[in-house]
Structure formats: structure tokens, C-alpha cells
């Protein structure tokens, strides 16, 4: 998932930042699960913690493993075609946008799915 991360998520710059967290350990499994819906038009995801944690995941399990670590990492969050992307930051702000340089690029095979 790492390397898959390096070599496709955009490297554009997301025009605005949204406070989404403020790390006091609530559970926020239910409102990431919203904005990604809002986001993202279809599943799966992939999702990258950091280099060893990550998967091609469903909103929900998506969703889970993303409120595990808000606030603790920064976290990136694409579809498989690389076109919609979200970042989770550490600081707790979060942004989502779509790249239009890379739609016309083939999404990737299936890869395992991996959570940890």
C-alpha cells in the first residue's frame, strides 16, 4: 500500500483545511464514515496510516481504522482510480479533493486488503 501511496496520490495541494478533531479520544468512527461518503462516491478505499498500516478498505472498515489513529498520524485516504483524496492530518484538520490530471488513468488491480 506504501508504495502504491508514493507512486499515485496526488501530489496537488488541497485549496482549504477543515477542523475536524481535537484528539480528546471520543469516538469519531461515525463522522469519518460521513465525510467520506460525502467524498467518495463508491468503495473501496485506500487508506494509509503510515508505511505498515493501511488496506483497500470499505467506508466502514475504512472508517474504523482512520478514528484509531486520528489525530496520531497523518493519514491519506484515496479511491482506486487516484482521482478523490483525503488527508486526515495529526493536527486534526482534514481536507478532500478530486484531481482531474489523473482521471483518465486506469485504476490499479485488486490488491489484499490488509488492516492492523
Known sequence: MHQLMLRRFSQE????????????????TKAIESY??????????LVEVHRSIGGCLSFSEASALI???????????????????????????TTAWQSRAQQNIQADAASPRRLT
Open 67 to 93: 478514528a484509531k489513529h486520528l489525530c496520531r498520524s497523518n493519514i491519506k485516504v484515496a479511491n482506486r482510480a487516484f482521482t478523490s483524496f483525503a488527508i486526515f492530518a495529526s493536527s486534526g484538520v
Open 36 to 45: 467520506l461518503k460525502t467524498h467518495f462516491e463508491a468503495e473501496p478505499l
Open 13 to 28: 495541494t488541497p485549496a482549504q483545511w477543515f477542523y475536524f478533531c481535537d484528539g480528546s479520544g471520543s469516538d469519531e
